[in-house]
């Protein structure tokens, strides 16, 4: 073997070790705020894949759910969603980067005293802003903020502006 087919080789095999993972799957939680369900528990899940190192497309979504305080019923907000991200260093210990995006939200109140649902749903623009701490090539720890306009239908006594601002804390791998 010569030693140009041997460094081939060895920079064949080596490339795809030092190159970016494509794929990233977060677990998140964190706070949901609304003028519906007001500072309510969040958790998300979302899926990206890198088209580039900087530039990602993004499915995912977030949920939050709240009791009455009398415990009369509960309030449930949630949204899906698919964006475009662009990253500042990916490559770098603290990475930020920003979103933008179609979302669907849905809305839930039901009032167990009297067996009432009042739901909504709708398609809207949304956008995420971020910051990645890279702990490893294939770990990351994220602080993802999002922005969604919706203003759901929930009856006359609920309000109907949500307009929510999910907050989470996630673990993100990438492979």
């Known amino acids: 073997m010569t030693p140009r087919i041997l460094s081939l080789a060895l920079l064949l095999f080596t490339l795809p070790a030092l190159a970016q993972p494509n794929n990233e799957i977060a677990v998140g939680y964190g706070r949901t705020m609304t003028s519906e369900v007001g500072d309510a528990p969040a958790i998300g899940l979302s899926y990206a894949r890198f088209w580039s190192n900087g530039i990602a497309v993004r499915v995912g979504g977030t949920r939050s759910e709240k009791d009455f305080p009398d415990n009369a019923g509960d309030k449930m907000f949630g949204g899906y969603f698919a964006v475009a991200e662009y990253h500042l260093f990916r490559d770098r210990l ?79 791998y990438r492979y």
Do not use: C, Q, W
Request: aromatic share 12%; charged share 20%.
């Open 94 to 172: 603290f990475s930020p980067h920003i979103a933008g995006g179609l979302a669907y939200g849905v809305a839930r109140v039901y009032l167990f005293h009297s067996d009432l649902t009042f739901e909504d749903n709708a398609y809207s623009a949304t956008g995420i802003v971020g910051l990645d701490v890279n702990l490893t090539r294939n770990f990351a720890i994220g602080v993802d903020s999002s922005y969604m306009r919706f203003d759901p239908d929930l009856g006359d006594r609920h309000g109907s502006i949500a307009d929510p601002i999910t907050t989470l804390v996630s673990v993100k």
